[in-house]
């Protein structure tokens, strides 16, 4: 169930409920990106099963997932295998996506994609579909599960860094996600990133690196891997409040969301940035909503 519908039910009281997970971080102290990191990270991942969660299925958790490195070779070799030819490492960025089942409103936001990209400036490379195994998950899980795909754009050729292509894609997936979300539900984007990528959802920690096949190929290389293993307290279970989230990993009773929010929304107009134009400040802001967690 989704978080939006987690409403006031006879004694149940939605912003009484609290959060207990556990994370974790492994790097290679050179810097060296290996498999090896993946894989330790995943193993040290399904160590913290005790750490999430499942409902009264089983085999729906609440939520695991990974943030690595984007493995450059490998995907340069899988976009060539569908003629998406792909630049240098650091000159385009990855966008994971939950996209809705349904194939009319998967169209729909793609083309929503598209017209930002367009209106940005930004190249947009083409598309990859994420190979996955649903048959590792859970009834509950299976109900909610999105079609996983990954975009790729190029990096425009007047910005000459990594922070300003970081912040430019940034831009454009606020602009992509409040446009989508004035019609369309269940849409989302786990990551979009230059340098990293996260591979996560509403699955249990053993069920994480067989369902996205990705995960157990031996291309798939990082420097290191940050993994989190969801206990769903303060808000529903959801593919999309899997964590890590796009730069962080959290644990602990942070319990606070309420306040958190209203003090942020409080703060909503006076909000500028030397980073961002005033046009790209609308596309962004309000950055939060009611629909997520601490």
């Not at 984007?70 to 490492?89: A, G, K, Y």
């Not at 349904?102 to 990859?128: H, M, P, V």
């Not at 891997?225 to 990993?249: C, D, E, G, M, Y």
């Amino acid at each position: 169930m989704d978080q939006t519908e987690s409403e006031q039910q006879g004694l149940y009281r939605p912003e009484f409920e609290h959060d207990s997970c556990g994370t974790g971080f492994i790097a290679n102290i050179n810097g060296s990106k290996s498999n090896q990191t993946i894989h330790d990270a995943l193993t040290m991942l399904e160590n913290m099963e005790h750490r999430g969660a499942c409902g009264c299925d089983p085999d729906s958790g609440d939520g695991a997932g990974i943030l690595i490195q984007l493995p450059h070779e490998f995907l340069m070799e899988e976009c060539s295998d569908i003629e998406v030819s792909l630049p240098q490492l650091g000159e385009y960025g990855v966008g994971m996506i939950f996209y809705p089942k349904d194939s009319t409103l998967k169209k729909a936001c793609r083309t929503i994609i598209q017209n930002a990209t367009e209106k940005l400036g930004i190249n947009l490379l083409g598309f990859r579909k994420v190979p996955i195994n649903s048959s590792v998950i859970g009834e509950t899980a299976r109900s909610a599960e999105p079609d996983v795909e990954q975009v790729f754009v190029a990096r425009p050729s007047h910005i000459h860094n990594t922070e300003d292509f970081e912040r430019k894609l940034f831009v454009l997936r606020r602009y992509i996600n409040k446009t989508v979300n004035e019609t369309l539900e269940h849409f989302y984007f786990p990551s979009f990133s230059c340098q990293t990528i996260i591979y996560k959802g509403q699955v249990t920690t053993f069920q994480l690196r067989q369902y996205y096949t990705d995960l157990a190929d031996p291309r798939i290389v990082s420097g290191f891997a940050v993994i989190h293993s969801r206990f769903s307290t303060n808000t529903f279970p959801s593919w999309k409040l899997a964590q890590p989230f796009r730069l962080i990993a959290h644990n602990g009773e942070i319990n606070t969301l309420t306040s958190n929010l209203n003090w942020f929304f409080s703060s909503v107009r006076s909000l500028a940035s030397a980073y961002f134009s005033r046009e790209e400040m609308d596309m962004i802001l309000p950055v939060i909503d009611n629909n997520q967690s601490d």
